[in-house]
């Protein structure tokens, strides 16, 4: 997207205007059976940024959209920037009292949502006094009170040009909310620079191009569910959107009938390819890469990627919310180094600290360092908990960010996903990494998950349990299972217990939850 299209200094949404310009004629956006060209993408999120801004909209406000990987989404997404403002996406499975602390978080001026959503949002706003305009979209909405029906806010809009631009390029375009595993969810602050940057850099080393296909099960309230249609726009590209990946078999077929050629997911969706049969009978040659995120890739799933996907490129990735991207493993470096998660994407710094924040040497296992302008600009109204994140740089006067994740550096450069601090089980007076003990169950054949944490024990101090998920037909016994842990790790790592489950928590982002198995 050359910036002079735009004038010197480009904004997010420069993207979605640079697209329209180029390729208004071409099919932009698959979902269901509805399809929109670039050209109706930019019109609609033009009219919708007008009728925001009618709405009492200003600069700077903040609006939350909560909806599922739908049409209306994709359209209020630019829509909010277009209008100056601030997005929140909230995925849709959110319930109650967590919209509302999040509408009351961010003091939203405005939401976008969707009628079948109507049981939550409906006394979420009674919790609010900050919404002033909710729009609508579904059959049969009614205008009534702060309530305007979508195809009525849309209606009378049309003004082909978005509205005046008056932000800068450091202003915030979007606050994307942490999981909350640990306490109330934190709002990370991102800016149109912020973002930009990152999905300059991850389409970049993905090779993202213009006659991309992109199917995306992740969902948009996720912030690499949501770089996917950043960056099919940024290259006017196709994007494909399925709610979730709750019907493998549907979705494998999509992969076919729409010409897929990227598919971005996370661990428990490769793991669930692994034990799918129905792939065997489709081909997929076409996908021309395949990229992970959320967590490290076991060597297994590298191996049935390989094997679903021949002609893929894989990717295994390493990030956070807090500044997107970290790491990209090259596809040529992995069966050399299959259990790094690479080297620092470009324009991108990191390093090792030790407890007294001095950098380590290669080998130390240390916390994560990220230097570079995808890091965020800080938690929302939360200063604590950013100045434990943001710490002074090796330059006068900037910011970095302290991960709180465990990593270690080898000889070359890549790094290694060691764990989070907060998950590191003491254990015999040893600190024991999960994220080990897991990999080594995943590599025993006939286990599709697995999670490990540290539970309270009068000996140890903490001992060792794993849950253990397997594959259909598989059958284990807990001495099999210890067995080969024991072949596998030093004895302190060696789980004391051993629970057999049907299936794991996880979050709408496909990450296991460990608050709840504690």
């Avoid at 205007?17 to 099919?27: G, L, R």
Wanted: aromatic share 8%.
């Amino acid at each position: 997207m050359p910036a002079s299209m735009h004038g010197p200094v480009p904004q997010l949404h420069d993207y979605l205007e640079y697209a329209a310009q180029t390729h208004p004629a071409k099919v932009a956006l698959v979902v269901g059976d509805e399809r929109i060209t670039y050209g109706e993408w930019n019109a609609q999120a033009n009219q919708l940024a007008h009728a925001l801004v009618a709405g009492g909209v200003a600069r700077g406000a903040r609006v939350v959209v909560f909806g599922d990987n739908t049409a209306f989404t994709c359209i209020a997404f630019w829509a909010v920037l277009k209008a100056n403002a601030v997005i929140s996406i909230i995925n849709a499975q959110t319930k109650l009292d967590k919209l509302a602390y999040y509408l009351n978080d961010c003091r939203a001026t405005a939401m976008v949502t969707d009628a079948h959503l109507e049981r939550v949002w409906r006394p979420a706003l009674a919790r609010t006094t900050h919404v002033a305009l909710s729009i609508v979209s579904g059959p049969d909405v009614k205008r009534e009170g702060t309530v305007i029906p979508w195809n009525e806010a849309l209606l009378p809009q049309e003004k082909e040009s978005p509205p005046k631009r008056q932000n800068l390029d450091v202003d915030l375009a979007s606050i994307l909310y942490t999981s909350g595993s640990t306490g109330d969810p934190k709002g990370v602050m991102l800016t149109h620079r912020n973002m930009l940057t990152a999905a300059t850099s991850i389409s970049a080393y993905l090779g993202i191009r213009e006659d991309e296909v992109i199917l995306n099960v992740l969902p948009l309230a996720f912030d690499y569910g949501l770089y996917q249609m950043l960056m099919a726009v940024r290259a006017g590209a196709r994007l494909v959107l399925e709610r979730s990946f709750t019907y493998p078999a549907q979705v494998l077929k999509r992969i076919v009938d729409e010409g897929v050629t990227g598919f971005p997911g996370v661990p428990t969706i490769f793991s669930i390819l692994a034990e799918l049969r129905q792939r065997q009978t489709l081909d997929f040659s076409g996908i021309r890469y395949v990229s992970n995120t959320a967590a490290a890739l076991p060597v297994k799933h590298i191996t049935v990627l390989k094997e679903i996907f021949p002609a893929a490129r894989i990717f295994s990735m390493y990030g956070l919310t807090e500044c997107k991207r970290c790491t990209y493993l090259p596809p040529e470096d992995l069966d050399r180094k299959p259990t790094s998660v690479g080297i620092a994407i470009p324009n991108t710094e990191l390093w090792i600290v030790d407890d007294a924040g001095e950098k380590v040497p290669p080998n130390t296992v240390g916390q994560l360092v990220i230097r570079g302008a995808t890091v965020m600009k800080g938690y929302w109204e939360k200063p604590e908990a950013t100045e434990k994140k943001l710490k002074p740089g090796p330059v006068q006067g900037e910011y970095v960010l302290h991960t709180g994740d465990f990593c270690k550096l080898d000889d070359d450069g890549y790094l290694y996903f060691v764990g989070r601090m907060d998950d590191v089980i003491k254990s015999r007076g040893e600190k024991v990494a999960p994220k080990e003990v897991e990999n080594v169950l995943y590599n025993l054949q006939g286990v599709r998950d697995a999670a490990v944490i540290g539970v309270d024990d009068d000996v140890l101090g903490q001992a060792i349990k794993a849950f253990v998920v397997l594959e259909a037909g598989a059958s284990f016994s807990e001495r099999e299972i210890l067995r080969h842990c024991q072949a596998h790790l030093e004895g302190f790592m060696v789980p004391k217990y051993v629970a057999f489950v049907d299936d794991l928590p996880k979050t709408d982002t496909g990450k296991i939850k460990k608050t709840d198995l504690r």
